[in-house]
């Protein structure tokens, strides 16, 4: 389990990260979100023990994380960090044979590394002769090479395509699945489909934490209504309702004083109901109302 107490960064006058404590908990995935400049990579780096902390610390397992630790993590950095001129095949090697790996066993690794993302007869290819979304594949082959006891990823999924967030989706599944994984991300549908639970940061602190579902359990009700042969424009007049949409006889609504039972009574005094049905609030929604 990695656990953040309680972090703090200051650059001069500067306070990038101000009191941020979260626990990324092994078997779930934890997003990070936040604005440009909320703070998300400066936590990451401190994590990594890339920056020092001006106050708080990073706990593994209930314990100060010690340096032998941190290198049992998967890193991917927002900005890339291989070697553009050296082979693909051949940095992935050096790289697990700097974490301690053998020869043959790095080079088993990165071949099925590579072969996951479609690479294997690219493996010596410089780095640079890839295009970008490839080489963001690398980067996260690079990560996974030694098959870290935790993942702290970047924003992984800038820059690829459909396809290849899926083969990296099932990669994280697979290698992932039971280590803590924190990953930030501007893309909100990602992290709406990936994350188990969610930290939302804006100024350098964390303004919303918890469970996916437990974030949209605090959020305003709300509810699909669809008529048979009705406008639901009408429901705009109802007491206790914030009508979102509306789409000829269906809208969605947000229940603001009126529980669903008193709404349904209405709705069927009116007109008959085809469809009466709790709608999730948008993982986009949960996010700018947590950063007003």
């Not at 001006?54 to 291989?82: C, F, K």
Request: charged share 25%; with cysteine; net charge negative.
């Amino acid at each position: 389990m990695l656990q953040i107490e309680k972090l703090s960064r200051r650059f001069g006058d500067v306070q990038a990260v101000d009191d941020v404590s979260f626990t990324v908990t092994p078997g779930r995935v934890t997003g990070f979100v936040g604005g440009n400049g909320a703070g998300k990579t400066t936590t990451m780096r401190m994590i990594l023990g890339v920056l020092a902390p001006s106050g708080g610390q990073v706990l593994w397992n209930d314990a100060p994380i010690t340096a032998e630790q941190r290198r049992r993590i998967g890193y991917m950095p927002e900005e890339r960090g291989l070697y553009p001129r050296m082979k693909i095949a051949e940095q992935l090697i050096f790289l697990g044979r700097l974490y301690g790996a053998d020869a043959t066993a790095a080079e088993r690794r990165a071949d099925e590394l590579l072969d996951h993302f479609d690479l294997g007869e690219r493996r010596d290819d410089l780095l640079d002769s890839l295009s970008l979304g490839n080489q963001q594949r690398v980067q996260i082959a690079a990560a996974l090479i030694h098959r870290p006891d935790a993942l702290v990823l970047d924003e992984p999924f800038s820059g690829l395509d459909p396809v290849a967030v899926d083969q990296m989706v099932d990669l994280l599944a697979r290698e992932g699945g039971d280590v803590p994984l924190l990953f930030s991300s501007h893309q909100l549908d990602l992290v709406e489909r990936l994350c188990d639970d969610l930290v939302i940061l804006s100024g350098g602190r964390v303004v919303a934490a918890g469970s996916v579902d437990s974030l949209r359990t605090t959020a305003a009700e709300r509810v699909t209504v669809t008529f048979e042969d009705t406008d639901a424009a009408w429901l705009r007049d109802v007491r206790g309702l914030d009508v979102l949409d509306v789409d000829g006889p269906s809208a969605l609504v947000e229940l603001d004083g009126i529980t669903r039972a008193e709404l349904l009574a209405t709705a069927m005094n009116r007109s008959p109901v085809v469809e009466f049905a709790t709608t999730h609030q948008p993982l986009s929604d949960i996010y700018r109302e947590a950063i007003r």
